[in-house]
């Protein structure tokens, strides 16, 4: 069974930072693709950045490329989102995802957590 929890949310000011985590069951790094996406209230769900299998290649939407840094500790079955200079569009419940694909698309992942949410405000 995979499962995915999500950690490490709060509110931060615009320019600031925060660090998200998340906890996976054995077995699902190195054997899913990972990726983190994230939904503001009215508006469709959206990847942020996957990492494929291995973890060598991770790739990022535009909005956040140079921001926002993915990486993976596989001794502590920990995947982090690294976010720097925040911004108020960047307000939003993150998620992390398993799936068998390394996509930008939610729609390839069949596992997900629960959502932690980033409020960036002044």
């Known amino acids: 069974q995979v499962q995915l929890v999500e950690s490490g949310g709060g509110v931060v000011q615009p320019g600031g930072s925060l660090r998200l985590s998340c906890a996976v069951s054995r077995f699902t790094l190195g054997y899913y693709a990972i990726g983190w996406f994230r939904q503001a209230p009215g508006k469709e769900r959206e990847g942020v950045a996957y990492m494929s299998f291995s973890g060598d290649s991770i790739n990022y939407a535009e909005s956040v490329k140079g921001r926002f840094t993915m990486s993976s500790d596989n001794a502590k079955f920990t995947v982090y989102l690294q976010m720097h200079s925040l911004k108020p569009e960047d307000t939003a419940v993150y998620y992390c995802?398993?799936?068998?694909?390394?996509?930008?698309?939610?729609?390839?992942?069949?596992?997900w957590g629960q959502g932690t949410q980033v409020t960036v405000s002044s």
């Open positions: 995802a398993a799936g068998p694909v390394p996509t930008i698309w939610a729609s390839s992942y069949a596992y």
